[in-house]
């Protein structure tokens, strides 16, 4: 009785339909080897409707050899790639870190430590670009599958930041300092500094409001767009604001401080120091400074003390005593805008200057020509002799510019305001006194007085 010998073939297709296998039933008479064409197969997975990755290599393999029950890979759709996923692009550089530069000559430059990422208010920080498509797949059966999208990203909006109408920018709202905190990009009108400035903060240039609660230590720089707050001692630093400087505490500058404000400067105490602002100046002691205010200086409160250096504003100043019994040469100057006063004072010291090197230089040429008449002239000396003709034509050029605005700062001079200089206690001798175009100097003590000035005359008054 002949048994059966054709083998049963068998597909298998995975739920996905992205595989299918193929395997054998055994055979029913181990003794006789049974060849399957690979078009039987081919048919097979036709009639299952299976057209797409079918491995053909393997299909002529399995014509001669195969195991029973073993489950083969004959076809194998193609995965669809997922898309590039969005991507963040930062426009600024997000919490910098402290590297001091090695300089060429060794040292170690603990100023320039760029820790501050300034930012105009309008300005592009983060630009977020959309996920890309990816490639689409197929499965066994010829059919497209759909490519998923790359992962969106969302812009790490944070405070005083704002998105662009299109989605696809970060824009800071207020100029101020950016940075990172908690994954959002926030932008911050105050710098604050916790410590000292010094060399673990290096040099402070920030476009907003500074506040430092340690102190500011001698060689280092603060400038402000804004407002300057310290809650420490300012030593021989430099301080310089659009806005206000308030000082808790106050400075002593040991000769290098210097405050420079377009508003008004608030300090305790000022002390070997140099001080300007545009507006008022308050304190409690004013020593050995030099002090400038486009408005007032008031100096008053426990001390009320004026001492030493000179002390110039447009409108009063105001203190309770002015000098020392000591008669510590004090100056003061009121009814003059110090800033336009100044600059007439630096334009006559360089007419000095200039006038210096113009009668040295036609005192050369005078000599050169003189040789030259002689018939005693080399080359070098003819050619010296041009150059100093030069020089003499250049510094009389500069000369005649200097004077010029001399001229044009002369009638500012005249516009005098009517400044008053106050004490509620003491002035002592040893002070001099400037009002407009006035002064005196004061030989003795006088307490409880005004001074202004009257028809070209400086006249003391009682305190009001």
């Known amino acids: 009785m002949d048994k059966s010998i054709q083998e049963q073939i068998n597909i298998e297709i995975a739920s996905n339909k992205m595989f299918a296998a193929i395997f054998f039933d055994p055979f029913e008479e181990e003794d006789i080897d049974i060849e399957i064409k690979s078009i039987e197969i081919e048919k097979l997975l036709q009639e299952k409707g299976i057209c797409f990755g079918i491995d053909t290599k393997l299909l002529r393999t399995l014509e001669k050899t195969r195991k029973p029950n073993h489950k083969y890979l004959i076809a194998q759709g193609q995965q669809p790639i997922i898309g590039k996923p969005g991507k963040l692009i930062y426009h600024v550089e997000i919490n910098k870190e402290a590297k001091p530069k090695i300089q060429e000559d060794g040292n170690v430059d603990f100023h320039k430590l760029d820790l501050i990422e300034n930012v105009k208010k309008g300005q592009i920080l983060v630009t977020l670009e959309p996920p890309e498509e990816g490639t689409p797949g197929i499965n066994i059966f010829g059919e497209s599958i759909p490519a998923p999208l790359g992962k969106s990203l969302r812009l790490p909006q944070g405070k005083n930041t704002v998105i662009s109408e299109d989605g696809r920018h970060l824009i800071a709202a207020i100029d101020g300092q950016v940075s990172l905190v908690d994954n959002k990009v926030i932008v911050k009108k105050i710098y604050d500094i916790p410590s000292n400035v010094g060399p673990s903060t290096g040099d402070i240039d920030f ?16 400038k402000s767009g804004g407002d300057i707050e310290v809650y420490g001692v300012v030593e021989g630093a430099y301080l310089v604001a659009e806005g206000d400087i308030i000082l808790h505490r106050g400075i002593q500058g040991a000769g290098r401080g210097k405050l420079k404000a377009k508003g008004n400067i608030i300090a305790k105490y000022i002390e070997n120091s140099e001080v300007e602002a545009e507006g008022e100046i308050h304190s409690e002691a004013i020593m050995h400074s030099s002090v400038k205010s486009g408005a007032h200086i008031y100096v008053e409160g426990k001390k009320g003390l004026i001492v030493g250096g000179v002390l110039r504003a447009y409108q009063s100043i105001t203190a309770k005593t002015i000098g020392s019994s000591m008669a510590t040469v004090t100056e003061l100057e009121v009814g003059l805008d110090p800033s336009i006063l100044e600059h007439y004072r630096l334009l006559k010291k360089t007419i000095k200057k200039l006038e210096k090197e113009c009668k040295q230089t036609e005192q050369a040429v005078e000599l050169l020509t003189r040789v030259q008449k002689n018939g005693e002239s080399s080359k070098d000396k003819q050619q010296l002799l041009i150059k100093c003709t030069r020089a003499k034509i250049q510094i009389q050029q500069q000369i005649l510019k200097t004077k010029s605005k001399i001229e044009e700062l002369s009638p500012l001079l005249e516009m005098k305001n009517q400044g008053i200089i106050k004490a ?14 006035s002064n005196i100097s004061i030989q003795e003590e006088i307490q409880y007085c005004t001074l202004y000035q009257e028809h070209g005359v400086i006249k003391i008054d009682v305190y009001r």
């Open 424 to 437: 509620l206690q003491f002035i002592y001798p040893g002070v001099k006194v400037t009002i407009g175009n």
């Open 207 to 222: 476009i907003g409001d500074v506040v430092v609660k340690g102190n500011i230590l001698t060689g280092f720089t603060v």
